[in-house]
């Protein structure tokens, strides 16, 4: 089950610059997307989301932007600091009306000083 | 901040032997959910709980999974046979029917030997 794929297992970018991470998704159906962070021995904790029917949804220095025709979305962290080093899962809200989420399978940043 | 709780941390079984892992979701949270993340591998759904009732699982929810809310406080999730692949972090988590983001707990990590 490959519907939520991030490609990039890992990204490192210096302190103040811009974070760009990607996901990828097969199933036009999703109607909402997250982004959550997980630090080690934590559980994800929930970042910021976008509706299918928005493109672009900004929270301080987290933007995600969503292009549904490419099928892509990518959560932007500006300026990024070393406390955004993480593990950051993309998830899509699946078809049914359960709520069940479909993960990526993740991609560390690493923020450096 | 409201916090999904889980107990115990780290859990090791021997294989064969039943566990339950426990979690006590938000108060006012109506929606429930079980995933679980094998080391390495992404995030996956195994069930979804509502109105005291499984309203989704996944195919590794088999026959040895299941679910309880026996108090209206805690959401357990029980193996009644462990097998050596059951090995994992195991995250609860619930929403409010406001929002389609979860609160994830901290996770239980089940070793079995």
């Known amino acids: 089950d490959q519907q939520v794929k991030q490609n990039s297992p890992s990204l490192s970018v210096q302190e103040g610059r811009i974070s760009i991470l990607n996901c990828d998704y097969t199933n036009s159906m999703f109607d909402y997307f997250l982004w959550y962070k997980k630090y080690p021995a934590e559980g994800p904790t929930f970042l910021i989301s976008?509706?299918?029917?928005?493109d672009k949804n900004e929270d301080g220095r987290f933007t995600v932007f969503l292009n549904k025709s490419a099928k892509h979305l990518s959560l932007h962290i500006v300026p990024s600091q070393p406390g955004d080093s993480a593990v950051y899962f993309c998830a899509a809200r699946g078809s049914s009306n359960t709520g069940k989420l479909i993960f990526g399978q993740g991609t560390t940043l690493q923020v450096k000083p | 901040e409201p916090e999904v709780t889980q107990t115990p941390s780290h859990q090791v079984t021997q294989m064969g032997q039943e566990v339950i892992l426990r979690c006590v979701p938000i108060?006012?949270?109506?929606?429930f959910y079980w995933y679980r993340q094998i080391l390495g591998q992404k995030v996956e759904f195994l069930v979804s709980?509502?109105?005291?009732?499984?309203?989704?699982k996944s195919e590794i929810f088999d026959d040895q999974f299941s679910v309880e809310r026996p108090d209206g406080s805690n959401f357990t999730l029980k193996i009644r046979s462990t097998k050596l692949e059951d090995s994992a972090m195991y995250f609860c988590?619930?929403?409010?029917?406001?929002?389609?983001?979860?609160?994830f707990g901290s996770g239980t990590r089940l070793t079995v030997v």
């Open positions: 976008i509706s299918s029917i928005k």
């Open positions: 988590a619930s929403r409010s029917g406001q929002t389609y983001g979860y609160t």
């Open positions: 709980f509502y109105n005291n009732e499984i309203s989704e």
């Open positions: 108060s006012n949270h109506l929606y």
